[in-house]
């Protein structure tokens, strides 16, 4: 099974820049998607950005621009730059690993959240 672990959360000004960190272990499929979700006061959890075994990516039209999702294959990360960052951003963020097979959801993991702060 896979397990993943988030880092770098933390409390930032507007305007200013954190970097997301969700290493992950275990083995995976060759068809998966890494993504970042995020969870703000009050809000479901909605979809900030994906990024498929493939490299297509996927990006809320929110944080188009701002935000970059990335991999690392050989160590086995997965990263959320966030710059520019907004008060509307502060939200608990958690990393993501789905997998298909034959096309279909095959698993679903997620990481324990970090929190992200941006003040005024």
């Known amino acids: 099974q896979v397990q993943l672990v988030e880092s770098g959360g933390g409390l930032v000004q507007a305007g200013g820049s954190l970097r997301l960190s969700c290493a992950r272990s275990?083995?995976?499929?060759?068809?998966?998607?890494m993504g970042w979700y995020r969870r703000a006061p009050g809000k479901q959890r909605e979809l900030v950005a994906a990024i498929s075994s493939i490299g297509t990516t996927d990006y809320a039209d929110s944080v188009k621009g701002r935000f970059t999702i990335s991999t690392d294959i050989a160590k086995n990360m997965v990263y959320l730059q966030m710059n520019s960052l907004k008060p509307e951003d502060t939200a608990v963020y958690y990393c993501n690993y789905k997998d298909y097979k034959s096309g279909s959801l095959n698993y679903d993991y997620w990481g324990q959240g970090t929190q992200v702060t941006v003040s005024s």
């Open positions: 275990g083995s995976i499929f060759s068809l998966n998607v």
